[in-house]
């Protein structure tokens, strides 16, 4: 009797284990292939040569990292891309956070007009990111320059198509729209926060900005950090929206890293020689992105503003 | 008694910026619908760039209906793929993928919750460290994998990509699973339902609301991508993928910077109609 018992309960818990595999093992399967050996591959790649002739890969030491040296530090391309990709990163993730973690307290405070600001701040969200460039680069390419002839007589160029004007034009853009997606994560973090500590403030007579500085700010920093943390591996990713701009044709000046390894990897999507370069290139960002994503995760944590 | 709260300076500063920041965006959208009902003789000649059109040019939705087309080669036959296989092709991409996007994360999310496995805490783990670790260089091991696999250039390739279980999906799901009483689930095993039924029809149905969020948020990120059809499924191309084409053009009738517009408004419009009414569907439900 009792064994009869003790075999059912495993039975039971064999058919719990059979669904769970059965549950988890495609996920399973597919990060295994997709991300596992994708990342293991990155590395294999980045150290090997094709050749085109006997259609084989071969061990290519180092060979991949000096190209990259050679076609692109010692060209100055390297620093150009550097340059842009800084400038891009601290307006549109270090600017871009103190902006909108302000307009994120002011809905969160349920101050005039924030339901209808938080519904077209979820604008960018909706329409594609293609779509506002477009309408975006045409007004600034033509309405711009015409309002300014109306008010001041002057011609002046369009602001895209202007080399002095281009690139701020990009990152104003960048800038512009990004404050959307931090507002909405900020609210929503914002709106996690217990009201009666809120409450209490108040009656403690705190004023609206030591309750942003003191309360708030506090309370949502893991949402913070976890932005700014994701945004350090943007350095090397973001496109700053360069090839909804001007696909392939975008000037070598404005180049960000994120750009120039989407457009060579789309160029050569069937030229495989070209491949372990950029494998190289990634492997290279995500070594250096890594280190600063831990050592910026521990200084937030030392240094961040305390629940406490 | 006036009880009214008065504002203070910061929240006038802040109002002040943010109505120019969202009357700044509405406007741009707005011009852009204006601007893509404009002939390019109105628009670019008469110099109307902020006026109602002078003859509403519905010719220019016609001729990107009806001409444009992204033309690819596939096994050295070339096609024509028009706007109405661009729109099925996306429906294909996104419906589908959003929701294999939508399910991957709850699959593993539920059984992290219902089955109490030592392997959970790995899992749980897992998606923790792979969250935080920048992922810079992948796309072209991605693609070297793809042309392995023999899926370069199909949609099944892009489906494989998009059932992934990491990220914050999954975090949200275990969360709200994980509150869900097992008093449930054990009334049904008395009542002699197998664990896929316990899954489906009570634990599922309870999670539906976030999971159509899900789907939702997926299918306009979807929607509206055309980096990766263009990547990893060229001769596929999505409707974003076609407009992106539009915009790039330096030639032919529809290089035009109203009919361009006009293409973008054809990818906005049928987006915002799907999310405004799942707001009401949603806004009804609760």
């Given at each position: 009797m009792h064994a009869k018992g003790l075999s059912a309960k495993t039975k039971r818990k064999?058919?719990?284990?059979?669904?769970?595999?059965?549950l988890i093992s495609l996920p399973i399967l597919q990060f295994l292939i997709f991300y596992v050996y994708v990342n293991i591959n990155s590395f294999v790649l980045a150290f090997q040569?094709?050749?085109?002739?006997?259609?084989?890969?071969?061990?290519?030491?180092?060979?991949?990292f000096?190209?990259?040296?050679?076609?692109?530090?010692?060209?100055?391309?390297?620093?150009?891309?550097?340059?842009?990709?800084?400038?891009?990163?601290?307006?549109?993730?270090?600017?871009?956070?103190?902006?909108?973690?302000?307009?994120?307290?002011?809905?969160?405070?349920?101050?005039?007009?924030?339901n209808l600001f938080r519904t077209i701040l979820y604008m960018p969200h909706i329409v594609s990111s293609v779509v506002l460039i477009v309408m975006f680069k045409y007004f600034v390419e033509w309405a711009v320059p015409s309002l300014v002839e109306t008010l001041t007589g002057k011609l002046i160029e369009g602001l895209y198509s202007n080399p002095d004007t281009q690139f701020v034009t990009v990152v104003f853009y960048c800038l512009w729209m990004g404050f959307g997606t931090q507002v909405l994560m900020y609210v929503s973090a914002m709106g996690g926060?217990?009201?009666?500590?809120?409450?209490?403030?108040?009656?403690?007579?705190?004023?609206?900005?030591k309750e942003f500085w003191y309360i708030t700010v506090p309370l949502v920093f893991p949402t913070l950090t976890t932005f700014i943390l994701t945004g350090i591996g943007s350095i090397f990713?973001?496109?700053?929206?360069?090839?909804s701009f001007g696909g392939k044709n975008v000037p070598g000046s404005m180049h960000t890293f994120g750009y120039y390894m989407y457009v060579e990897l789309q160029k050569n999507s069937a030229n495989q020689t070209a491949w372990p370069m950029l494998s190289a290139l990634g492997l290279l960002f995500t070594f250096v992105a890594t280190p600063l994503t831990f050592l910026a995760r521990w200084l937030l944590g030392k240094y961040g503003p305390s629940v406490e | 008694m006036n009880k009214k709260k008065r504002m203070n300076i910061t929240e006038i500063i802040l109002l002040t910026i943010l109505t120019i920041y969202t009357i700044s965006i509405v406007y741009l959208v707005f011009w852009g619908l204006l601007t893509s009902f404009k002939t390019q003789d109105d628009f670019l000649i008469q110099q109307n760039m902020f006026g109602l059109p002078e003859k509403w040019a519905w010719e220019n939705y016609e001729a990107v209906f009806n001409r444009l087309y992204v033309q690819v080669v596939r096994d050295g036959v070339r096609y024509k793929i028009t706007v109405g296989w661009q729109i099925l092709y996306t429906l294909l991409y996104a419906g589908v993928g959003s929701l294999l996007a939508a399910f991957a994360p709850f699959l593993v999310a539920y059984a992290c919750a219902r089955f109490h496995f030592r392997f959970n805490a790995f899992l749980e783990t897992?998606?923790?460290?792979?969250?935080?670790?920048?992922?810079?260089?992948?796309?072209?091991?991605?693609?070297a994998l793809l042309y392995d696999l023999n899926l370069y250039d199909s949609i099944l390739g892009a489906f494989c990509m998009k059932f992934s279980f990491v990220g914050i999906y999954f975090l949200i799901y275990r969360g709200i699973l994980g509150g869900v009483s097992q008093s449930f689930s054990e009334a049904a095993t008395i009542d002699g339902a197998n664990e896929l039924e316990i899954m489906v029809r009570i634990n599922f149905p309870l999670v539906l609301n976030v999971f159509s969020t899900v789907v939702l948020i997926r299918f306009i990120g979807f929607w509206n991508d055309y980096q990766t059809p263009l990547l990893y499924m060229p001769t596929y191309p999505t409707l974003a993928y076609g407009i992106f084409n539009l915009t790039q053009m330096t030639t032919g009738d529809l290089n035009i910077t109203p009919r361009k517009i006009a293409g973008c408004m054809i990818l906005v419009v049928p987006i915002t109609i799907l999310f405004i009414m799942f707001k009401d569907c949603q806004h009804r439900r609760n």
């Open positions: 064999m058919k719990k284990l059979a669904f769970y595999i059965a040569e094709y050749d085109v002739f006997t259609n084989t890969a071969k061990f290519a030491g180092w060979n991949n000096i190209k990259i040296y050679k076609d692109l530090v010692e060209t100055g391309k390297f620093a150009v891309m550097l340059k842009n990709s800084l400038i891009v990163w601290v307006w549109t993730t270090l600017l871009g956070i103190v902006g909108a973690i302000f307009f994120s307290y002011y809905i969160y405070k349920k101050s005039p007009f924030s926060i217990d009201a009666s500590i809120s409450e209490a403030a108040k009656i403690d007579g705190i004023t609206y900005l990713t973001n496109q700053a929206g360069l090839y | 897992l998606v923790y460290i792979v969250m935080i670790i920048p992922e810079i260089g992948t796309t072209t091991p991605m693609l």
